[in-house]
């Protein structure tokens, strides 16, 4: 019995000492939290899109980070299909709105694997939206410091959010692999199409590549039988019916950059990986005039600030430009014969308005980004003379006209 009482009272110790080591590490951790209050932490970045004068498409601009594009769109939660939402929420949190930011479940798993000596799993929507804002810096390690900064600032974040908020921020700064970040820039890269035609198979494709977009991703195989069993367990608990997973399943699913073919039943009978470029976006995709489209670039990053152009939903930006003259311009800059190391550049203007209809930086190269209609600050010379002479003899001069030469001054009308 006396041994017992000590046996009883050892373990009493151990728990009390674990429990105060761990009171201590999570107010070590903890005592430096970022505040959620500084918002500038979770400004998105977003795509662009720029117009002709016609209202057709010119372009679209991405932000660089880290020396890459970063291609998303914001989404708000009711431009995304019940379907891809749904499978979003089964695949990575099917308890989201049952717990306040930490799963208790989930917790008690990534302690388990704590003792066992791996620091992982307990994640949820929250914690994952944390992970990818105020935690940024530490997305890449696996320490109990980040676990535990996590936990704590999820809570706070489910304090102070909606649910829908919490999701619509998910759905917004999860990386998807290659340079897509976002549900929006995830829908364009694999599927090329917008969040709310997203099917339930495309939605449980994307949420299968989540934990490992990039190595997923070579691993159509692989993806496939997850999304199988996860159709299972949606069944299983009531979220879709029979029928509408096995409608999913035999969906032909062909993300961008495979060749696929499945029989009837939905079978993956061959899959080849032939273009794993195919998803990704340039810093600056232009439909035509790429050195008018990084002109207006550069303009709207010094007038508005980064912030703002690739803030806030992105910016929809309608220019001056022709497409009929840029066509012109660019056919006439292609035919041009010029000596060897020779350049050019031309612009059309509009003499009443001084709108840019037309714009040619030079001949045009790969990632030539050098614009010398703009910054090359040549003289034109006798370039200029046609103009001169043209406007002087619709003004009624001669050949037989004098012209002082002296200073003149021409007052502003």
């Known amino acids: 019995m006396r041994a017992l009482r000590l046996l009883l009272a050892l373990l009493v110790g151990l728990l009390a000492g674990g429990g105060v080591g761990l009171g201590y590490l999570v107010y070590a951790y903890t005592r430096h939290l970022p505040d959620l209050s500084q918002q500038d932490r979770l400004r998105l970045t977003a795509t662009s899109t720029l117009f002709a004068r016609d209202g057709s498409l010119l372009a679209q601009i991405a932000s660089v980070e880290e020396g890459r594009a970063i291609h ?16 979003l929420v089964f695949s990575e949190d099917r308890r989201y709105f049952q717990h306040y930011g930490v799963d208790v479940v989930r917790l008690f798993g990534a302690l388990y694997a704590l003792f066992r000596g791996d620091v992982q799993g307990g994640s949820t929507i929250t914690t994952q939206v944390i992970k990818n804002t105020l935690l940024k810096d530490l997305a890449q390690t696996r320490t109990l410091e980040r676990k535990v900064k996590e936990w ?62 990039n190595a997923r991703y070579q691993d159509l195989k692989g993806v496939r039988e997850r999304i199988r069993r996860l159709l299972d367990d949606m069944v299983a608990e009531g ?11 035999r969906e032909p699913l062909a993300p961008r950059g495979w060749r696929v073919r499945y029989d009837g039943q939905g079978n993956l009978l061959e899959a080849e990986l032939v273009d794993p470029e195919a998803r990704l976006v340039s810093p600056v995709e232009p439909r035509m005039a790429p050195h008018f489209v990084l002109e207006v670039r550069r303009f709207l990053e010094a007038r508005f600030g980064k912030e703002k152009v690739y803030g806030e939903g992105g910016l929809r930006v309608y220019t001056t430009l022709d497409p009929a003259m840029q066509r012109a311009a660019e056919a006439a800059a292609a035919r041009a014969r010029l000596p060897e190391g020779a350049e050019l550049a031309l612009v059309g203007l509009d003499p009443a308005t001084g709108e840019v209809l037309a714009l040619v930086g030079g001949i045009r190269r790969d990632n030539d980004e050098y614009n010398r209609a703009t910054r090359a600050l040549r003289n034109p010379g006798s370039a200029v003379k046609p103009f001169v002479y043209a406007t002087a003899f619709e003004a009624g001069w001669t050949q037989a006209s004098l012209v002082p030469d002296r200073p003149l001054e021409f007052p502003d009308p």
């Open 72 to 87: 998303r769109g914001l989404v708000r939660l009711s431009q995304v299909s019940p379907a891809a939402l749904a499978a």
């Open 152 to 213: 704590a600032l999820a809570l706070e974040l489910e304090r102070r959010y909606t649910k829908e908020e919490i999701l619509e921020m998910y759905l917004n700064v999860v990386p998807w692999g290659g340079n897509a970040v976002g549900l929006a820039g995830a829908a364009e890269a694999y599927f090329g199409k917008d969040p709310a035609a997203l099917t339930l198979a495309e939605g449980l494709y994307l949420a299968s590549l989540v934990p490992a977009p």
């Open 239 to 249: 979220w879709v019916s029979r029928e509408v997973a096995e409608a999913a399943w």
